[in-house]
Nanobody
Framework: QVQLVESGGGLVQPGGSLRLSCAAS????????MGWHRQAVGKQREWVVA????????KYAESVKGRFTMSRDNAKNTVYLQMDSLKPEDTAVYYC?????????WGQGTQVTVSS
């Protein structure tokens, strides 16, 4: 089992920044991918970013490329999502996920609201 706990959401004005954190615990060995999805009210869950832990490659959705940056701190078993130049359309619940041995694990989600 893998447990994921997100933090760092909140209310920010358009053009502002937020950093989300996702701390992993449990059977974290052999996690091969971590990333984030988001879901806005009335919309389907949308993939945002994926980081492949073995090779280190990171892929971003076109809607966030150049504005969002995912990073990791292996010592803390934590990944981060730095979100800059935020737009109202980035408003959503952000979910951290991990893939281990072909199984998906999800955090509880953290709300990000971009509004003036």
């Amino acid at each position: 089992q893998v447990q994921l706990v997100e933090s760092g959401g909140g209310l920010v004005q358009p053009g502002g920044s937020l950093r989300l954190s996702c701390a992993a615990s449990g059977s974290i060995v052999e996690i091969d991918t971590m990333g984030w999805h988001r879901q806005a009210v009335g919309k389907q869950r949308e993939w945002v970013v994926a980081l492949h832990t073995s090779g280190g490659a990171t892929k971003y959705a076109e809607s966030v490329k150049g504005r969002f940056t995912m990073s990791r701190d292996n010592a803390k078993n934590t990944v981060y999502l730095q979100m800059d130049s935020l737009k109202p359309e980035d408003t959503a619940v952000y979910y951290c996920y991990a893939i281990r041995r072909g199984r998906d694990y999800w955090g509880q989600g953290t709300q990000v609201t971009v509004s003036s």
